[in-house]
């Protein structure tokens, strides 16, 4: 969120997605925004998917060939989502998914999909269980993040010059 603050005033900084965090998993089900906020904690990506968006799991599926997922999915996230899919050329999968006791929670290839990784490529790995899928998202680094720093570090001498 700080690096986000510094390129966007704090109102637009706050119509974007939390990011995902290893501690996703283990939080317990998601809680309204409103009611975490309360309770004196900062609502977290599975509070906003669950709770903010008007999606609903069982009817909302994308399109074969489709370039963006629909407007109405994202409420006031929806220039920040289709911002996303436009650089990273994928739309954005539906966010939410029922849990084992039918409540909405925070689909694991979704949050992949907003790190900027391939479709599958934590959510497809035999073995991992959502909770080892939003483990490893979390603690991730974008990797087009890491490709600029890289890039960054091995022209670093040439910036000095």
Do not use: C
């Not at 903010?52 to 009817?59: I, Q, S, T």
């Not at 849990?99 to 929670?105: E, I």
């Amino acid at each position: 969120m700080t690096a986000v603050a510094r390129l966007f005033d704090k109102p637009t900084a706050h119509r974007l997605f939390k990011t995902p965090t290893a501690n996703l998993a283990g939080n317990g089900a998601a809680q309204h925004p409103d009611k975490r906020k309360a309770g004196g904690h900062g609502p977290n990506l599975d509070d906003e998917v669950s709770f903010l968006l008007p999606v609903d799991p069982d009817r909302d599926e994308l399109e074969p060939g489709v370039f963006h997922s629909p407007a109405e999915w994202w409420g006031e996230f929806g220039a920040a989502v289709h911002r996303w899919e436009t650089l990273i050329g994928q739309p954005a999968p539906v966010p939410v998914e029922f849990g084992p006791r039918g409540g909405r929670r925070l689909a694991s290839v979704f949050a992949e999909w907003l790190m900027g990784l391939p479709g599958g490529w934590i959510t497809r790995v035999q073995g991992l269980n959502r909770a080892a899928q939003l483990k490893a998202v979390g603690n991730g680094a974008m990797s087009q993040q890491a490709f600029t720093a890289y890039l960054h570090l091995m022209h670093h001498d040439e910036e000095k010059r």
